[in-house]
């Protein structure tokens, strides 16, 4: 196993002086404390060019040691790009004269300064400080990726399980999120949003499981008692999800995707702006995709149809600005022009453009 110390001495290191002499006392120390990959560049084009060749060859350099005395543009603009173009730690070297520009470094956005003549001893200290900060840092979101990956595979099988319960679910889930996620972008969420209301869509249905297979499957349309129960499966599902931490931020998109904007809907008939935006976007999503879908007390509505459906429904059971939002994703992709009766199994396909796919 590769330890902290031994991965900071493998980093990528540049140091961007004009003066050749400083260069090369800098690299021969950082040398002789084993540091395996030192560059160096003489000017801002230099160093620039250095940084965008790593990046592009995926071996980025780490950390820049910067001189703000350069010959071809000022040190501080130079610190600009690299900070916001790189993102690599910067550590400032200047003057005792410049101390006050050094500190203007740090406040756009570098992470250290030490000033001249150098101490290298005190240099080194600093260099390894902020490379093994990085190391944990990308440690860190290594972790975080594979927490990630191992959380996916748990919503994949809690899906799988809800498919194997009731065999309509999967293509419905898989249609709610893909539009409901389309209906967000439209409405400009933001792509983490965007994401959290499709995993949503893909889950929102997830409390049928505590439902009996007789009412799930019930070849007709449900009577009142029967109703009440399957009314439960939105409050069933966010106590199955609540416990779950990264799914914290959509579980009232799941609670609440049979809210109805004029109030009357459940689990606890909230109104208008009360209700969760994703959530008025998973109902919207739902409602069309079971209008356009082939079950066997169903007569499906084409496309066309069941927007305006949605269009005749807006400000009673649903959001109008989520309704309009429906209908400018759905007109992008064509969709509203394809034959009766629709197949709403194409609609992730078609939607795909404007969200590409959930992965879940």
Request: hydrophobic share 40%; with cysteine; glycine share 6%.
């Amino acid at each position: 196993m590769v330890t902290a110390q031994q991965a900071t001495r493998a980093m990528r290191i540049l140091i961007v002086d004009p003066e050749a002499q400083n260069c090369e006392t800098l690299k021969s120390r950082f040398t002789a404390e084993q540091f395996e990959n030192v560059f160096v560049a003489r000017s801002s084009a230099e160093a620039l060019a250095i940084l965008s060749t790593g990046s592009a060859n995926r071996e980025p350099i780490e950390l820049v040691i910067l001189s703000l005395n350069l010959p071809d543009r000022p040190g501080l603009e130079t610190l600009d790009e690299i900070h916001n173009v790189f993102g690599v730690a910067v550590v400032v070297l200047a003057g005792r004269e410049d101390r006050q520009l050094a500190s203007e470094g740090l406040a756009r956005g570098a992470n250290d300064y030490v000033l001249r003549p150098v101490n290298s001893g005190l240099l080194i200290v600093k260099i390894e400080r902020l490379l093994t900060r990085r190391f944990l840092e990308k440690e860190l979101r290594r972790s975080t990726a594979r927490n990630e990956t191992l959380f996916l595979n748990v919503l994949a099988v809690m899906a799988k399980v809800l498919e194997a319960k009731d065999p309509y679910t999967q293509s419905h889930s898989q249609n709610v999120s893909t539009l409901a996620s389309a209906i967000a972008r439209e409405m400009g969420f933001h792509d983490d949003e965007v994401r959290r209301i499709g995993i949503a869509g893909i889950l929102h249905d997830i409390g049928k499981m505590g439902i009996q297979d007789a009412i799930l499957k019930k070849p007709g349309p449900l009577n009142a008692a029967e109703r009440e129960i399957v009314e439960r499966h939105s409050t069933i599902a966010s106590l199955i999800l609540e416990p779950i931490e990264q799914l914290q931020s959509a579980v009232g998109y799941v609670r609440h995707h049979h809210e109805r904007f004029d109030g009357t809907g459940y689990p606890d008939g909230l109104a208008g702006d009360k209700i969760p935006l994703g959530a008025r976007a998973i109902h919207a999503a739902e409602a069309f995709d079971a209008m356009v879908a082939q079950r066997s007390y169903n007569v499906p509505k084409t496309p066309d149809e069941a927007l305006q459906e949605l269009r005749r429904c807006a400000g009673t059971q649903f959001d109008p600005q989520v309704v309009d939002a429906t209908a400018a994703a759905l007109e992008r992709t064509g969709y509203l022009s394809q034959p009766a009766p629709a197949d709403p199994q194409h609609l992730p396909e078609l939607l795909e453009d404007l969200t590409g796919k959930v992965s879940c």
